[in-house]
């Protein structure tokens, strides 16, 4: 049996922007600014971001922590927002729906979520390029950890507690477009499989030694391969 778990953005879609847009709304409304324009969102988690950005605003995290919720909950109705406008154009990468479906028919393959995402917005997200979330049944989200790196962990036990399967970290195959999504599963021992479909190139993403690396989730059947020899 294996854990085969998705990142969202910029793996399975990309969102045009919306959730920036939306979490700088978000942050403008909580605290007067939306922080440093240069800071990368990508590999990280919605909590982090918002401590990240405000941190280097010189705001104290006890201040950040009492209205966190309050901020994550106007971030989920800007980004809903923001992908209903029309000048929004959301797509879903090529390959994704029949790599799901290629590993849905495997009785020895899992499909989950391991995301930055809180779990509202990874659904929105989802939804907005029809993706069922309820397709993926064991996952980790951004709301379940503020450090990337707890995540993979979260998503052991929950296939354990949930499913009753008892997953081995080196099970664990995570795809992902960051050096994050690479790096977040070594200490359980998963594998990551990296795709350059986000803002990082196949080179940059080998640097960080993943299991393999593709520029695209297109060839389902390589995929399924690197997914089998993990």
Not at 81 to 110: C, K, Q, Y
Not at 166 to 177: K, P, R, S
């Amino acid at each position: 049996m294996k854990l085969v778990l998705f990142d969202i953005d910029g793996t399975i879609l990309w969102s045009d922007g919306a959730g920036r847009r939306a979490m700088q709304r978000a942050l403008t409304n909580a605290f007067g600014t939306s922080g440093n324009a240069s800071y990368r969102y990508d590999g990280k988690t919605d909590m982090q971001i918002v401590r990240d950005l405000m941190r280097m605003e010189g705001i104290a995290d006890a201040l950040i922590d009492a209205r966190m919720n309050a901020l994550l909950d106007e971030y989920v109705e800007a980004l809903h927002e923001e992908l209903r406008s029309r000048e929004t154009h959301v797509e879903r990468f090529n390959g994704v729906v029949e790599l799901i479906e290629a590993l849905e028919a495997r009785p020895d393959r899992r499909v989950g979520l391991l995301t930055g995402n809180i779990e509202v917005g990874a659904g929105a997200k989802l939804r907005a390029v029809g993706l069922d979330p309820a397709r993926f049944i064991v996952n980790a989200f951004g709301s379940d950890h503020e450090v990337r790196g707890e995540l993979p962990a979260i998503a052991q036990r929950r296939a354990r507690e949930e499913l009753g399967l008892h997953v081995e970290g080196d099970a664990i195959v995570i795809i992902g477009d960051t050096p994050a999504d690479i790096d977040c599963g070594r200490s359980i021992g998963a594998r990551a499989i990296a795709v350059a479909t986000g803002r990082y190139s196949v080179e940059e993403l080998a640097e960080h030694s993943p299991f393999a690396v593709f520029p695209n989730l297109a060839d389902t059947d390589a995929v399924m391969r690197a997914i089998d020899a993990a």
